[in-house]
């Protein structure tokens, strides 16, 4: 089976542009914001705040966005979303260009995109077996994977050098079209004939299906351990890289260097998603939840030896790793969950997945000025290899099966749209 067989549906190659160009302009913006911050107070507590807020508001309201998701058509709340960060990167490009950005406004403007975020990524996240076949999802999900690391590879290197050459505020700028063009791509985006998502008739209240989306998420132990597990990885991740890497690269490699850092981890995310499409174990989750363990690897580089060529060749190996977990985390996911809960479950997957990463990009900076950045690093490393080995203890995550799904109801109308 050809590993760009899902390309031949049209709704899946409109997904993908709208996605690739939201990821383009997604890997300048938070370069740019991060030097904006730095720039502004020089204060690694400040950028941790900003960028926290942003988290914070997703991790509130993305259940509602979970909810909203299987009741309403889902590029919809994509296209509405993208709009709504549209104006609001807008609104920070413009005050930052200007000269008038403080840190409260920033922060406010965040959250709201934060919110904006978070209505629209369960969709995001669960459109995609309405619009492949069952046999090819982990060809589409890699591929998916594949498209957005490569924006990254081209956006993370453009964005030091938007920043170095014309400022933070035009890298953010960047970001603010990318939305508006992802919400064209959106926009064309069309459900395959027979799919239509719940009314209010179907169902009683929006907390109704809250509690049936917690009920499926509750019921399968693997999937509440490994959401476990990386409430802690992407707290210490989040510190790391997004508010004291930038501390770091000032300090020691410049901000140039730190682009093609990011980079490096794209790049090996991109050859990632291409072995992912071949992987075929039958613990596909348990391989994928061991290849985490490579995160530790920038953390300890980034604290102990934040060299050029160490740092490019551990972002690598952990961009390459994080690949194999994310592409076999979602097969996992839409295998194993039923179509009609998916999104409800993907939302309860995002708030325990996330719901450390502010906290994380909130207590870096504080810590880091308590104990020092390299301890506070080496810190973070530890708790992600401590996290790999809890998930990897449970029995549920070794055991789970790699197999397709037995409905193709989904998967014999999105053949139908493709030949249109």
């Keep these: 089976m050809s590993v760009l ?6 709704p899946f190659r409109f997904l993908l542009a709208g996605r ?37 508001a ?16 889902k590029h919809r709340l994509m296209v509405g979303s993208s709009i709504a960060a549209a104006v609001t990167q807008g609104a920070v490009a413009a005050l930052v260009l200007s000269g008038t950005a403080t840190i409260p406004l920033l922060i406010a403007l965040s959250a709201v995109n ?46 030091g050098v938007i920043v170095a050459s014309l400022g933070p505020g035009w890298g953010i700028g960047v970001d603010a079209v990318a939305f508006l063009l992802s919400a064209v791509a959106f926009a064309l985006l069309r459900l395959p004939t027979g799919i239509r998502p719940a009314s209010g008739a179907d169902r009683s209240s929006i907390f109704s299906d809250l509690r049936t989306g917690w009920s499926e998420f509750r019921s399968r132990t693997w999937l509440w351990v490994v959401v476990t597990g990386f409430a ?54 348990f391989f994928g939840v061991g290849c985490v363990a490579f995160e530790v690897f920038p953390m300890l580089a980034l604290g102990i030896a934040p060299h050029l060529g160490l740092l490019l060749a551990a972002a690598f190996l952990a961009g390459l790793a994080i690949e194999q977990f994310s592409v076999a985390w979602e097969t996992t996911m839409q295998e194993h969950v039923p179509a009609d809960r998916l999104a409800r479950v993907y939302s309860y997957d995002m708030v325990g997945s996330f719901v450390a990463i502010p906290v ?45 799904p037995t409905s193709r109801q989904a998967a014999g109308a999105a053949m139908e749209e493709s030949t249109r």
């Design 5 to 10: 067989a899902p390309l031949r549906h049209a």
């Design 20 to 56: 690739t160009v939201n990821s383009l302009g997604n890997a300048i913006a938070p370069v740019a914001l991060a030097f904006a911050v730095l720039d502004l107070t020089g204060s690694p507590s400040d950028l941790g705040l900003v960028v926290g807020a942003r988290m914070l």
């Design 58 to 73: 997703n991790v509130l309201f993305v259940l509602f966005g979970g909810a909203l998701a299987d009741r309403m058509p």
């Design 114 to 159: 934060g919110i904006a975020g978070a209505l629209a990524l369960p969709a995001s996240a669960s459109i995609l077996p309405q619009l492949i076949p069952a046999e090819i999802r982990q060809q589409a999900i890699a591929l998916s994977r594949l498209s957005f690391n490569g924006a990254y590879i081209v956006g993370a290197p453009l964005g």
């Design 232 to 285: 802690v990885i992407n707290a210490a991740l989040s510190g790391g890289m997004s508010v004291l890497g930038p501390v770091v690269a000032d300090d020691t490699v410049g901000r140039r260097a730190w682009g093609l850092v990011l980079a490096a981890q794209t790049v090996g995310m991109v050859l990632g998603a291409l072995v992912a499409m071949r992987v075929t174990v039958g613990r596909l989750l």
């Design 360 to 404: 994380g990009q909130v207590a870096a900076g504080p810590i880091a000025q308590a104990v020092g950045v390299e301890p506070t690093l080496i810190g973070a490393a530890a708790l992600i290899g401590l996290a790999v080995a809890g998930m990897l203890a449970s029995r549920d995550v070794r055991n789970v099966r790699h197999r397709l």
